[in-house]
């Protein structure tokens, strides 16, 4: 079973800390990717990572995709209350004719 | 506007009763995903369609069932329902077969509350 595990489950910090949410898996992905879920509206892509070891920036937002294709992390510096959302990982596997596998969510909330 | 259109955005409805749930893919895009996600859930993938003909099912439940029409829209269709039922159902599409290279774009979702 293919399985996607994001942690934390939850996170609230103040404004202006950084903060790192981590996406892993013993299956390898051909491509993984993260999506923000705002409440009561569908998630939207932010970045789609196909590289071992690739970095992509997204303004304060900086997604890293493992060396193994294993696992990937997304840290945000200086967290602001518009980052206050769930955060998703979804990672797409050869072996599940590339359907996407999806982790559980981490919501983060960002207090001014 | 992400140029994927769900309707009706609220439903509420009893116990027992059917509903159709509706959805536009963006335009160009073959492919449409249907999600249920549950309060404080992830999304749980239920089926897809590419080009009309189905490709994928999830955790469908037999009680539920969907389609995609010639001009790419499709419906979702959940009958006897039930109270566990209550959920956001999203509709998701993407341009190819899988989304594993440019992803899904989501629509807003129908939130359905069954009473």
């Known amino acids: 079973t293919q399985l996607l595990e994001q942690s934390p489950q939850f996170l609230s910090i103040q404004e202006g800390e950084n903060l790192t949410v981590y996406c892993n898996s013993s299956?390898?992905?051909?491509?993984l990717q993260w999506y923000r879920q705002e409440p009561g509206e569908g998630p939207v892509l932010l970045v789609t990572?196909?590289?071992g070891g690739e970095v992509k920036k997204l303004k304060r937002l900086t997604f890293q995709f493992g060396d193994a294709r294993k696992d990937s992390s997304l840290h945000i510096t200086a967290a602001q209350p518009g980052d206050t959302g769930l955060y998703l990982c979804?990672?797409?596997?050869?072996?599940?004719?590339?359907?996407?596998?999806w982790g559980a969510g981490t919501k983060l909330i960002i207090k001014p | 506007d992400s140029g994927v259109t769900q309707t009706p955005k609220h439903l509420i409805t009893a116990t027992g009763q059917r509903v159709t749930l509706r959805c536009s893919p963006r335009s160009g895009d073959l492919s449409v995903y249907w999600y249920q996600q549950s309060l404080d859930q992830g999304l749980q993938f239920l089926i897809q369609y590419y080009n009309g003909e189905e490709r994928a099912k999830g955790n469908i439940l037999e009680r539920f069932s969907a389609q995609q029409f010639p001009d790419l829209h499709s419906e979702l269709n959940l009958s006897s329902l039930e109270l566990g039922d209550s959920a956001l159902y999203f509709c998701a599409s993407s341009a190819s077969w899988t989304g594993a290279t440019y992803g899904y774009t989501f629509g807003s979702g129908t939130r359905l509350t069954v009473v």
């Open positions: 990572v196909v590289t």
């Open positions: 979804a990672g797409a596997i050869r072996d599940s004719n590339y359907q996407l596998i």
């Open positions: 299956s390898v992905f051909s491509s």
